[in-house]
């Protein structure tokens, strides 16, 4: 089992940027692929990126693709996620997640396919 705790969130204004980061406990942090999701208030969680084990291919939803960047250190135990350019429709509650079974790439973009997740961390872009 691992216990997921993001940080880095906060108020930027459009055009701004912010560092996710996404702590991991347990010794097993290389096992699970990561992902970041994000719930905007009266919508459904949705995608934002993902990152594998140990190769480190990376995944993106359209509309972050070119400015959010994911990266892993499976050393510290931390995943993160680089925002750049920010956008109000960019606000929302940003989640970290950890999957540890063995799936299809195409599953890493579904929240329902992700064991553990984190508390959130708001993020809010103002115009």
């Known amino acids: 089992q691992v216990q997921l705790v993001e940080s880095g969130g906060g108020l930027v204004q459009a055009g701004g940027s912010l560092r996710l980061s996404c702590a991991a406990s347990?010794?097993?942090?290389?096992?699970?692929?990561m992902g970041w999701f994000r719930q905007a208030p009266g919508k459904e969680r949705e995608f934002v990126a993902a990152i594998s084990r140990s190769v480190y291919s990376t995944y993106y939803t359209d509309s972050v693709k070119g400015r959010f960047t994911i990266s892993r250190d499976n050393a510290k135990n931390t995943v993160f996620l680089q925002m750049n350019s920010l956008k109000p429709e960019d606000t929302a509650v940003y989640y970290c997640a950890a999957l540890q079974r063995t799936l299809y790439t195409s599953a890493y973009y579904s929240a329902s396919n992700y064991e553990y997740w984190g508390q959130g961390t708001q993020v809010t872009v103002s115009s």
């Open positions: 347990g010794r097993t942090f290389s096992s699970y692929v």
